[in-house]
């Protein structure tokens, strides 16, 4: 996780409270982030039954208003924006002419004609001039961005709701999933979203940064008798794992389109034209070359990012995530595959440093929650 | 943690414990901490004869792979197979929890290896 950088790292709002307060810190992309408070697998597991705390407020906000708006961003996303009611907010790609992912984002809906996009910490600034240069002749529409503006703290876990409730007046059980509603969490003005990157229930709350530690320190005094506890960017992907939520970088990135990374679900298929649709409705028609798949693995080890795939004597694909995961405590992973071989049950060998290991490749997610709290 | 005045130790983090002349190896506590939550430890075959900073291994965090290195040279004599069910014991008790036992050809081949002051002096 970490990289090498020289350029001095980025501060979240919290970061003196996070050395304060113990947590191992590292470079992700760019910015200083708490990686681990008690450890990962701790985190994991407190995450998975009861709840855990996340400053995400490394990710990125690019709003975008105009008459126009919805129209640009018809253009410029997968997504079937119109969908989009004021309060929704929508999985969605932002992507190249060639289908593939400038990056994955999710747009919230602010008003008619006001929406936000929450980008990837390390693509703000691609995402953004990406987008600026797609509206340039796209009339009345405006992006701004706003990343400097928001902090974020993730709650997430089946007691995420227990945990804020007393510090809101915002009805979090009437909130549905992949939805948000303005209001107060613990006397400071925030958005608070029923989203999340864990697989469990939870919410994402943005709030002004200079409040950010106020409402950091009420969320844990709220949740902590019950169990809640901070966490780090290191349970974070081991919690996207499990629930095989990609990650741009390593799942996904500009030479991966929605079909291949089996997101069609992210494209709006029946709306208009939009960028790299072309091609996306082409992969569809004929298939893809090669699709996402998630294995685990049947001997012992742990396949990593980048171990080879084989079929025989054939390569036909690589990993692009993997670890051994603290709920489900098995190897897993997710890697492509050449399409022939992309079948569930279908056995694989993963090229672990020079061992070949068997593994199986089994349906995404992984880990399923068992219940909606909806 | 301290560092028990009774080992050896290696800038690669492995401690030894000579008795005789079979020899106890483990991870240190630092190493662990750095590692994190240990779920796999793959180690040597019996009767695999090692050189002297040889690989002999791999023990993997969730977070990161690490190889582990030989601290002297000899022959493999034990591996602890109860960490094939139980890696964490690395992190619980990474002083008590040897890795695998060499048969040693020479008290000589301690030399130059890092005793607990020394150690603790390194990752201080």
């Given at each position: 996780m970490e990289q090498p950088t020289s350029a001095p790292l980025k501060k979240t709002p919290l970061n003196t409270r996070h050395r304060a307060t113990g947590a191992r810190m590292g470079a992700y992309n760019g910015w200083d982030m708490p990686l681990e408070y008690s450890g990962i697998a701790h985190e994991h597991m407190a995450v998975r039954t009861c709840a855990g705390l996340f400053d995400v407020s490394h990710m990125g906000e690019i709003e975008m208003a105009g008459r126009d708006a919805l129209a640009a961003l018809q253009r410029i996303t997968?997504?079937?924006?119109?969908?989009?009611?004021?309060?929704d907010v929508q999985y969605s790609g932002v992507l190249t002419h060639a289908g593939t992912f400038v990056d994955d984002v999710l747009v919230y809906r602010l008003g008619p004609d006001h929406f936000l996009l929450v980008v990837n910490a390390g693509r703000v600034a691609a995402d953004y001039d990406w987008i600026a240069a797609q509206i340039t002749d796209a009339g009345d529409v405006v992006a701004v961005?706003?990343?400097?503006r928001y902090a974020v703290l993730a709650v997430q876990g089946p007691a995420a709701l227990e945990a804020i409730q007393p510090l809101t007046g915002v009805d979090l059980r009437g909130l549905k999933h992949h939805a948000f509603a303005h209001g107060e969490v613990a006397s400071v003005r925030a958005t608070v979203s029923?989203?999340?990157?864990?697989?469990?229930d939870g919410f994402e709350i943005f709030v002004p940064p200079q409040s950010a530690d106020k409402v950091w320190q009420a969320i844990l005094a709220s949740g902590g008798p019950s169990g809640l506890v901070p966490a780090g960017l290191g349970a974070r992907d081991t919690l996207r794992l499990e629930a095989a939520l990609r990650l741009h970088g390593s799942d996904?990135?500009?030479?991966?389109t929605p079909v291949e990374a089996d997101l069609g679900w992210m494209v709006g298929w029946d709306k208009g034209d939009f960028t790299g649709a072309a091609v996306l409705r082409a992969q569809k028609v004929r298939g893809a070359d090669r699709k996402l798949i998630g294995f685990q693995l049947l001997d012992a080890g742990i396949a990593r990012s980048g171990h080879e795939v084989y079929v025989g004597d054939v390569k036909v694909g690589a990993v692009t995530t993997g670890t051994h995961t603290p709920f489900l405590k098995k190897a897993i992973g997710m890697a492509y595959v050449s399409i022939g071989h992309a079948v569930a049950g279908a056995e694989i060998e993963i090229d672990i440093r020079g061992r070949r290991t068997r593994a199986r490749i089994v349906p995404m997610p992984f880990y399923k929650r068992p219940t909606y709290n909806v | 943690m301290s560092y028990p005045a009774g080992f050896k130790y290696t800038k690669d983090h492995e401690w030894i414990e000579l008795t005789g002349d079979r020899a106890k190896v483990g991870v240190t506590d630092y190493a662990q901490q750095q590692l994190g939550d240990v779920v796999y430890v793959d180690l040597p075959d019996i009767g695999d004869t090692l050189k002297k900073g040889e690989s002999f291994g791999t023990i993997e965090s969730v977070k990161a792979v690490s190889e582990l290195y030989a601290p002297v040279a000899g022959e493999?004599?034990?591996?602890?197979?109860?960490?094939?069910?139980?890696?964490?014991a690395v992190n619980s008790n990474p002083h008590d929890t040897w890795l695998v036992i060499l048969k040693v050809g020479?008290?000589?081949?301690?030399?130059?290896l890092l005793d607990a002051a020394q150690y603790a002096d390194l990752v201080k």
């Open positions: 997968s997504n079937d924006v119109s969908k989009l009611r004021v309060g961005d706003a990343s400097s029923r989203t999340g990157y864990t697989g469990e996904i990135d500009e030479t991966t | 493999v004599v034990e591996v602890n197979t109860a960490l094939k069910d139980k890696p964490e020479s008290p000589a081949e301690m030399d130059g």
